[in-house]
């Protein structure tokens, strides 16, 4: 776990266009610096100080964030083999004393390793106090005996959600291949379905977030489902009938090798869902990103000149 320049990058967003306060900053791990200087470079215009030792690779990234106006810094780890100043496992609750005292909660890839996933989480939004953000990096695609887990945009939308006290939740996905454009990833709720990712390569996600208020208990239900209960429950519901198929499908069924037509079906999916996937994204350049144009809620329906410099829309 540790800050490489997509975390850099994200914290440069978090500072510059969230406008995070990292006063009272908790981070799950203590992370390390594994950024070039050459990195840093690439994006000092947006922090506004010097790179110099404490930021050299292989040092803790405590240095940085006071940079960034960090006063107080409280490192989590389940071990204290890296010298966490709180050594607590994170499968089980975060001690009462914890609760709402935290600016800025930030993981840069911890969250994959831990087991207990519904009581991580509780433990973030408990941490963070209302009116404090949430930066998570974490991996996404590409990366199946790294954790134990991979997430996808649809877990931290659900999670970060109005219902459980949170607003400005923005969801971006990096080819870690080619960084430089993240892929910023529409609300599934807003799309009124599943957001499929066509991705072969490793990608990693950057999840923000800000706490508005405390929900009595987390509520998290994935949102097509939500849609689809939502439907039901005020009569607007079509049950799918077999009798709908096309006569089309129902002839090609009786003639056509059954494997041949799952292979055939899987290949057009794969292209439909990369042709959707293009539509619904939208990339950008975080580095600059006008932050007055920004808008903070996962939202890329109004197109690329609502990000300011947002390079393209497909």
Not at 182 to 193: D, F, V
Not at 284 to 305: H, I, Q, W
Request: aromatic share 12%; proline share 4%.
């Amino acid at each position: 776990m540790g800050i490489d320049l997509t975390g850099l990058r994200a914290l440069n967003f978090a500072n510059r266009v969230y406008k995070f306060n990292f006063r009272k900053t908790a981070t799950l791990g203590r992370h390390e610096i594994h950024f070039w200087k050459q990195e840093f470079d690439t994006v000092r215009k947006g922090f506004g100080f010097e790179y110099d030792q404490s930021l050299a690779v292989g040092s803790f990234c405590e240095p940085l964030l006071k940079k960034l106006g960090a006063e107080d810094i409280t490192s989590i780890d389940a071990s204290g083999f890296e010298g966490a100043s709180l050594v607590h496992d994170f499968n089980l609750p975060v001690p009462e004393t914890l609760h709402n005292q935290f600016d800025a909660f930030l993981d840069f890839g911890s969250i994959e390793h831990i087991f207990n996933v519904a009581q991580v989480i509780d433990n973030i939004v408990k941490l963070v106090k209302p009116g404090g953000q949430v930066l998570i990096a974490t991996n996404a695609n590409g990366f199946p005996s790294h954790g134990l887990f991979q997430y996808s945009p649809e877990f931290f939308y659900s999670v970060f959600s109005e219902r459980n006290g949170f607003r400005n939740t923005c969801v971006f996905l990096v080819n870690t291949s080619r960084p430089k454009l993240w892929h910023l990833i529409e609300q599934p709720a807003r799309l009124k379905r599943r957001n499929q990712l066509p991705f072969a390569s490793q990608m990693s996600l950057v999840v923000l977030s800000t706490k508005v208020s405390c929900a009595d208990k987390l509520h998290v239900v994935q949102s097509d489902y939500d849609d689809t209960w939502a439907r039901f429950d005020t009569g607007n519901w079509t049950r799918w009938n077999p009798e709908h198929i096309s006569t089309w499908k129902k002839v090609l069924h009786g003639v056509v090798n059954p494997y041949a037509y799952k292979m055939a079906s899987q290949l057009a999916l794969a292209f439909e869902v990369r042709q959707q996937y293009r539509a619904d994204r939208i990339l950008l350049d975080p580095d600059n990103v006008d932050p007055a144009r920004f808008k903070r809620d996962g939202s890329s329906r109004a197109g690329s000149e609502a990000y300011g410099a947002a390079v393209e829309a497909h």
